[in-house]
Each structure stands twice: as C-alpha cells, then as structure tokens.
C-alpha cells in the first residue's frame, strides 16, 4: 500500500505518552515502565503499518523508552551504598513539564477565545433557528482514532486473515464512500464504519481514508467525553478542541 498520510493533527512522542498515562489512569509518578513502553510500542506499530509520516522523535522517544526498561531490569548492585537514581525521573521530569505548557498555552487560547466572545451581539434566547440542548462534543485527538483502529483490527475473525482478496479497495473510492453515507447520515459512529469491513484490508484503507477526510477537513472525529466512543460527521458542527476538555468553563457574559 503506497500511500503515505501527512497530517496536521500528529501530535509529538510526549503527547502521546501523556495520552496512555490518563488513558490507563497510571501514576505519572510512578509510571510503570514495562507496560507504557509496550502500549507505545504498539502504537508506533501501528503508525508504521499505515505508513503515516512518523517524525523522527517518535524513534528517539521509543529508544528512551526501552533504554529506561532495561536499566530497571538490571538487578541492584550490592555494592553501590547509596541509593541509585531513577531511570524514570528524567523522563517524569519532562512530562511534568511538558503538561504544565499545554495547561498554560490552553488557558492563554481561553482567554483570547473569551476576548473574541466579548463583542458579540448577545444570543436571543427564544430563537427557533437555535437548537435546545445541543449535545457538546470533543474533538478526538489522532491517538484516540488509532486506539479505536486497533481494536478494530482486533475485532476482525481471525479467519477472515487469510481470505483470498478478490476486491481491492482504493483510499479515493473510501473517502467517496463515506461522503455519500454522511449525506444519508448526519453522524457516524467510527466502530459502524469499521464493522462493515470484511477483512483487515478494507479496516486499514477505512481507517486511511477516514485521516484523508479529517487532513481535507471535510469530516470531524468527535467524542461525547474523554476516551469515548468516536464518530464522524461533516465538518459543520461545533468542536470543542481536543485540549480543552480538561479545562474549567468560563461563565463570561457579552457585554451588552
């Protein structure tokens, strides 16, 4: 398959580990380092399999990783009196770090998000053209779709592996496909999409063309909360962005 994806939404190695570590509700103090190295190993995998454009500090964190893993395998040396550091402090240090920039980078994006509101022409409240009780949603993260593509592939029987493939499937021929069920249905659910696959193949040139849609922005991939169930609909809705569901709501009134 020679199709490589370049996207806009790739976010770094730090991200993604910040992803697992809240994913599995783990201690960032006291990360375990066997389980997170392969979970992110698993998920390079994946990325490598769809051949996504992988920044090279993906590998350099991957080494990190397993650097730190055999060091905390090695047996503690008898002879060494003092107390060893640990291998892990480096790597928490950084991520601390890393999460206090994305809470200070959200909060200054609120603040401009709250001055743009300022201006506004106050909202009439029995407009009928305005919806009641429209449901908010989140934006989900690149992460959060491979996570739901891996279990799709593991959803796949096991039989279906080793089919002979007589359709071939194209990411263009995908993209239209999904486009035209969009038209029919406002939403989609990402779990729906893949369901309808008959092999590994076609989940895979799905998956392909569901990132084509979001790089075109033609769709959106949202969440109801964090880590939920995804769905996909046309790019008219609005989303919250994938940083801002931790933050706190402003009650901030236009100014009349």
Known sequence: MSYK????LFEGPLDLLLYLVKKDHLNIYDIPITQITEQYMRYLELMQLLDLNIAGEFLVMAATLLQIKSKM?????PQQ?????????????????YEK?????EGLRQ??????????????????????????YFEASIFDLISAFSKALEDVPKNLF?????????IEEKVHSI??????????????LFSRAKHKIEVIVTFLAILELIRMKEIVAR??????????????????PYEKRDAPETDQEPLS
């Open 111 to 136: 603040k401009e998000i709250s001055q743009q509101e300022v201006f506004k022409r106050p909202k009439i409240e029995n407009d009928p053209t305005i919806p009641k009780d429209t449901q908010v």
């Open 179 to 192: 486009l035209h069920l969009l038209l029919v249905e406002p939403a989609v659910k990402l779990s729906d």
């Open 5 to 8: 994806v370049k996207l806009e």
């Open 101 to 105: 920039f994305k809470e200070i980078a």
């Open 223 to 240: 969440q109801r909360d964090l880590f939920d169930e995804i769905e996909v609909s046309r790019n008219k809705n609005n989303i919250i």
């Open 81 to 97: 009196v003092q107390e060893e550091e640990d291998p892990r402090e480096e790597l928490v240090k950084r991520l601390l770090e």
């Open 73 to 77: 395998l090695l047996p503690a040396d």
């Open 162 to 170: 080793y089919e002979v493939i007589k359709d071939e499937f194209t």
